[in-house]
């Protein structure tokens, strides 16, 4: 058996820039889902037919796996020139061909099985999938006989006023006997809407030499919805999505709001994770056993241990440990990690830093290239100055030291152990361990100045032995 997925096509409807099989779903192309579909089915060879953005869609393909066949189509269009063009490269010794679609994402591979056990038991020459749909405007239609069988598929171009009105459609997704397709590919004509070389027209053809035709309906008419335009995807999106949530669900993660939650395919939840409301899980993400996310947190290629909690937040490519906790509002880039019970707090950014064993960034800071020591605290405001303009530099924070509010650390520099430095302190140089560093500046207070350069104010009035408040 051979496989060939059809991805050559513009995708006009989606009006983007981005070829329609490279959308992504649940963090994956949509031509992703299909040839993991055609992996698992054991083929002997699967070939990719590739023309629009060819070099785009052919680098996704390559991405994802190596043992995919890129073949280019010519300057002649159409799905039945696609599927002449692959067959040049696939062994006469293989007895059937399956061909899929790119922006079919949900046809899972038992599904394809099936039917292609269905085709070789009845000694089909052709065997489609088929679904009735309430609206089946897009689809080319499956037109039967009175006993049945299938006559003929019409695209929806070509199709009369009487036969718009059927409701079986094509799915598009067929498994042809490797000789029917060498005998009819090179009669196609372009006689037709579209002036391409229509792969359906190898049915009619096969008809005609009374060869047995079967049209496969599926009970699920889901499982072949096509993506043709963006309310097609945000719906196969969604549909995806439950299932995805609901088998986390039944796994044992608690997700008391299943419509507003999106995880990705990659994601990997522990037992008695709890994911709540608003929360998008994305990519190489993992959460451990006990932790809580959310409400209201994006989380991307991020490592979540045992029991932590991260609540409205956005993070990514960062480490949390076991019982750590994050946010409100906090933002994690590449290379942030928080260690075992350590704390990032509110309108806290943390980039390629380490926050110690129990330490703490509780508010209002920016930490960049920084190592935070265990038990540490960090003061209100802090700043880690951390760039001269032209390269970055690291701030370390010794095990137990206590920062001021409103400090800023101007990299590199390194503030001991046990070390505390006060509020509003610039900080240029090394603190030796057990230190208080203080800033050197002074407050001096001006007698009268209000009184001389505000005169009648409320702030003069109110400052007057003898009036002792500001008039209402």
Do not use: C
């Not at 409400?295 to 956005?314: F, I, M, N």
């Amino acid at each position: 058996m051979a496989v060939v997925i059809l991805a050559a096509g513009q995708g006009t409807r989606m009006n983007s820039a981005v070829p329609k099989v490279l959308h992504p779903l649940a963090g994956i192309p949509l031509i992703g889902h299909v040839v993991a579909t055609a992996e698992a089915l054991d083929a002997d060879s699967v070939s990719v037919v590739v023309r629009h953005a060819a070099d785009d869609v052919a680098a996704a393909v390559s991405a994802q796996t190596d043992g995919v066949v890129i073949v280019h189509q010519d300057d002649v269009p159409g799905t039945g020139r696609a599927v002449e063009v692959a067959l040049e490269g696939v062994d006469d010794s293989v007895a059937d061909v399956v061909v899929l679609s790119a922006d079919v994402p949900l046809l899972d591979s038992d599904t394809v099985r099936a039917m292609v056990g269905l085709h070789r038991d009845a000694g089909a020459a052709v065997t489609l999938l088929s679904a009735v749909l309430e609206d089946p405007t897009g689809y080319g239609r499956v037109v039967r006989r009175a006993d049945g069988s299938v006559e003929r598929i019409v695209e929806e171009g070509d199709a009369s006023a009487e036969e718009r009105e059927l409701q079986e459609v094509n799915a598009g997704i067929y498994v042809f006997s490797h000789e029917v397709l060498r005998q009819h590919l090179p009669t196609l004509g372009q006689d037709n809407s579209q002036s391409e070389k229509y792969l359906t027209d190898v049915v009619s053809r096969v008809v005609a030499t009374d060869g047995l035709v079967h049209a496969v309906q599926v009970e699920d008419a889901w499982l072949v919805d096509g993506v043709n335009d963006r309310v097609q995807l945000s719906e196969v999106q969604r549909r995806l999505n439950r299932m995805i949530v609901r088998g986390w669900q039944r796994d044992g993660v608690s997700i008391p709001d299943p419509d507003s939650v999106w995880i990705d395919l990659s994601v990997t939840l522990s037992p008695d994770v709890t994911v709540l409301p608003g929360v998008q899980l994305e990519g190489q993400t993992h959460i451990g056993e006990g932790a809580v996310i959310g409400p209201d947190s994006t989380l991307r290629d991020t490592e979540v241990g045992a029991g932590a909690k991260v609540e409205r937040s956005v993070v990514h490519d960062a480490e949390i440990h076991a019982d750590a906790s994050v946010g409100p509002f906090a933002y994690l880039r590449p290379g942030a990690v928080v260690e075992d019970g350590g704390k990032v707090g509110t309108f806290v950014e943390v980039k390629n830093s380490r926050i110690g064993v129990g330490a703490k960034v509780p508010h209002l800071s920016y930490i960049g290239d920084a190592d935070i020591g265990e038990g540490a605290n960090i003061g209100a405001g802090t700043i880690t100055a951390n760039y001269d303009g032209v390269n970055k530099h690291r701030t370390v924070v010794g095990p137990h030291a206590k920062t001021g509010s409103d400090n800023v650390f101007v990299a590199p520099v390194e503030i001991g152990a046990g070390a505390y430095t006060a509020a509003g302190t610039t900080i240029r140089r090394n603190v030796p361990a057990g230190s208080l560093a203080v800033a050197p500046a002074s407050v001096r207070s001006i007698e009268g100045w209000v009184a001389k350069n505000r005169p009648d104010s409320d702030a003069d009035r109110a400052s007057r032995p003898e009036t002792g408040s500001a008039k209402n």
